[in-house]
């Protein structure tokens, strides 16, 4: 079976990203474009936006009534767990009884279908983990077996842990997936999901669900993102929202920010790890490049984390608004940045390489089968011979995250600060996002 580009010398290689050589696009013009759009995007905010415009408890409009009884109903519920669980148990097999090989499609299911996939997909339907994880099934099946009331565990989760759990699931499997030097083999990633769903399941039995929407690394990942769907629920009915006013509902948590560190952090290093300089600096130590690579993982994450920390309380605040609040107040305005270079930074991958994931789920077990009838089809590489489109797609992705981001930054400034600091208050935020548009677009070319 032909792996296309995105494998080389038996490994995935830098998820599929050419490098500079595939972005024909100069960086200088590209790195300037998107400056000039956040700084024009926040002049006009500052003239013609003076009120915040949403408000979780009226935005959005109701969906038509067909709509929210078929999206509330049980029986779709039960498909998608149905879906969800068949689906979960057939990757599993080839985890369990496949090859131990780059063609078991276990892993391009972990790194392309679930860990990229999941952007696109929660964009469209919303929170789609949520309805489809294997982990929130069985956790119920268990509940409805032991008689324990539906989404209850022994205690109450304690709200000051918010979503630092996820955050340090996150950070473990990109640790898994750009540190580890076994990354593409099949038995440690095995091991690392045999933890995860061992520690989800533990969780939810001893502080309920609330534990999986808190602590499941992939499930608040998919929940942060289908923040900019147009998808919302409001009084428990289903409405239709822009993706800004969408976007202001994401309820600001111990842990926010740390977890939009590690989402920004880490795809910003996958790109750093693959450039010139950092691959002749650990090439050049005599110890293995685990720990230059693991120490460089966390100064990303954790130096997104800072600068956003410091950007938002570098302002003047209200007497009833602690300061030390204000990151994870403005943490959401991170999501479209993450969106944004995440589909700059993966498009290739995703495409691509998901079509080859495709085609090997129809063999999971490498016997030449073909259970799902895709085993003779044929991985279209239109994208990487088309380099103009890909470099603007991947540009215009990057640039749109940032002004995205700096209309919700905006809308939240002028909700949350006094009138003399809603625009100076700003200024911090807005050098930050600058900040993160340089660094990203120039890792992007310069991987």
Do not use: C
């Amino acid at each position: 079976m032909i792996l296309g580009p995105a494998t080389v010398g038996g490994s995935i290689s830098a998820h599929g990203l050419g490098g500079a050589k595939d972005l024909p696009i100069p960086s200088e013009l590209a790195i300037a474009g998107a400056v000039a759009a956040l700084v024009v995007s926040f002049t006009v905010l500052a003239v013609a936006w003076r009120e915040p415009r949403y408000d979780a408890a009226t935005s959005g409009r109701p969906a038509p009534a067909w709509l929210d009884r078929l999206v509330s109903s049980r029986a779709l519920a039960v498909s998608a767990r149905v879906l969800g669980m068949v689906f979960f148990l057939y990757v599993a097999a080839a985890a369990v009884f496949g090859e131990d090989t780059l063609i078991n499609p276990f892993l391009g299911t972990v790194y392309v279908l679930l860990w990229v996939g999941l952007v696109p997909a929660s964009l469209l339907l919303g929170p789609v983990f949520r309805a489809i994880s294997p982990a929130r099934t069985i956790s119920m099946l268990f509940a409805r077996i032991s008689g324990v009331p539906e989404g209850q565990g022994l205690y109450t989760y304690p709200a000051r842990l918010g979503y630092w759990p996820a955050a340090i699931g996150l950070f473990a499997f990109v640790w898994l997936e750009l540190v580890y030097p076994s990354s593409t083999d099949v038995g440690p990633v095995r091991l690392w999901f045999a933890a995860y769903l061992g520690i989800m399941l533990i969780g939810s039995a001893m502080w309920g669900t609330t534990f999986l929407a808190r602590a499941d690394p992939f499930e608040v990942y998919s929940s942060l993102v289908a923040k900019l769907s147009v998808w919302g629920r409001r009084d428990g009915a289903l409405v239709l929202r822009s993706p800004l006013a969408n976007l202001d509902t994401v309820v600001p948590r111990p842990g926010l920010v740390a977890v939009v560190g590690v989402l920004f952090g880490s795809t910003a290093f996958d790109s750093f790890r693959e450039s010139t300089p950092w691959l002749k600096l650990v090439q050049s130590m005599s110890t293995s490049r685990v720990w230059p690579d693991t120490l460089a993982l966390i100064a990303f994450s954790a130096g997104v984390a800072l600068v956003l920390a410091v950007a938002t309380m570098a302002t003047g605040v209200a007497s009833d608004t602690p300061r030390r609040e204000l990151p994870n107040q403005f943490a959401h305005s991170v999501v479209p940045i993450i969106v944004g270079y995440i589909v700059a930074h993966y498009l290739t991958y995703f495409v691509e390489y998901g079509q080859q994931t495709v085609i090997q789920l129809s063999d999971p077990f490498s016997r030449g089968d073909d259970f799902l009838g895709t085993a003779d089809l044929q991985v279209n590489y239109w994208l990487s011979t088309h380099p103009t489109f890909l470099a603007v797609s991947k540009v215009a992705a990057v640039t749109l995250g940032h002004v995205v981001g700096v209309v919700a930054a905006h809308d939240r400034a002028v909700k949350l600060l006094p009138r003399r600091h809603q625009l100076t208050g700003q200024l911090p935020l807005l050098v930050a996002m600058v900040g993160f548009t340089v660094g990203g677009l120039y890792l992007l070319f310069a991987a």
